[in-house]
């Protein structure tokens, strides 16, 4: 079905109801009239309602106040900080001998203890509560 025969078959469904109420108006003009009245009346009424209730703009009042402090704000102190401290550094690929011996210390066999029972403790902890 191309868009011609489409075309032709709108065309012939319209055609046959304007020739159908034409010969109903023609055949039983009381009726299409009343019909046709009353179809105005409540087109009228509708329009009217339309015109006669206005949508509540009931917007919620957006002045704003302007803020009056009773007293000066006063901008808190910041935490000291030391002098030789740095907030942010250059992480460095490998450390020298000197940062090394300040900043790693090779733990004792105690400790390694200490701290593999305290992992063992934790995984019972969790295998424990286990079903």
Not at 19 to 25: G, K, P, T, V, Y
Not at 31 to 37: N, S
Not at 102 to 120: H, I, M, R
């Amino acid at each position: 079905m191309d868009f011609r025969e489409l075309l032709g078959n709108i065309k012939e469904k319209v055609t046959s109801l304007f020739d159908r109420l034409s010969n109903f108006i023609k055949e039983d003009k009381r009726r299409a009239l009343i019909i046709l009245l009353i179809s105005l009346i409540i087109l009228l009424i509708i329009l009217l309602i339309f015109a006669l209730v206005k949508p509540s703009s009931s917007k919620p009042d957006e002045s704003v106040s302007p803020i009056t402090f009773s007293q000066e704000l006063l901008v808190p102190e910041g935490p000291q900080v030391k002098q030789d401290y740095n907030v942010s550094r250059q992480p460095e690929e490998t450390w020298e001998t000197e940062e090394t011996e300040n900043w790693f210390t090779v733990p004792s066999s105690k400790e390694v203890e200490e701290l593999g029972k305290a992992n063992d403790k934790l995984i019972l902890d969790v295998i424990g509560a286990a079903p």
